[in-house]
């Protein structure tokens, strides 16, 4: 049993910047895990953020988060990090960090992010 813990999460201003993190709750990293980032914002399906691949750091966002998203792997504190810049009232939403093993999908509980105008 796997279990991802988003953590970070607030209310912040537009404009401002936060970073979340993604850690295994009770665990660490193994091998070649990869930690996918999504969000759902109210009323509105999950969206994909990107992916990080834990042992080669290899990197995939999607094209509409590129530029103020970057997911990047902090190894000293073992963890998955999501940094976002400029904020905006529209990425207010939940942020979840999932981590596949095998043919099973662990999900974490997810962060809460509210950006005010």
């Known amino acids: 049993q796997v279990q991802p813990a988003e953590s970070g999460g607030g209310v912040v201003q537009a404009g401002d910047s936060l970073t979340l993190s993604c850690s295994v709750s009770?665990?660490?990293?193994?091998?070649?895990?990869?930690v996918a980032w999504y969000r759902q914002a109210p009323g509105k399906e999950r969206e994909v953020i990107g992916t990080?691949?834990?042992?080669?750091?290899?990197?995939h966002s999607a094209d509409t988060m590129r530029g103020r998203f970057t997911i990047y792997r902090n190894y000293h504190e073992n963890r998955a990090c999501l940094h976002m810049n400029g904020l905006k009232p529209e990425d207010t939403a939940i942020y979840y960090c999932?981590?596949?093993?095998?043919?099973?999908?662990?999900w974490g509980q997810g962060t809460q992010v509210t950006v005010s105008s």
């Open positions: 999932n981590i596949p093993r095998g043919s099973v999908v662990y």
């Open positions: 009770g665990g660490t990293f193994v091998g070649d895990d990869m």
């Open positions: 990080i691949t834990c042992d080669a750091g290899s990197r």
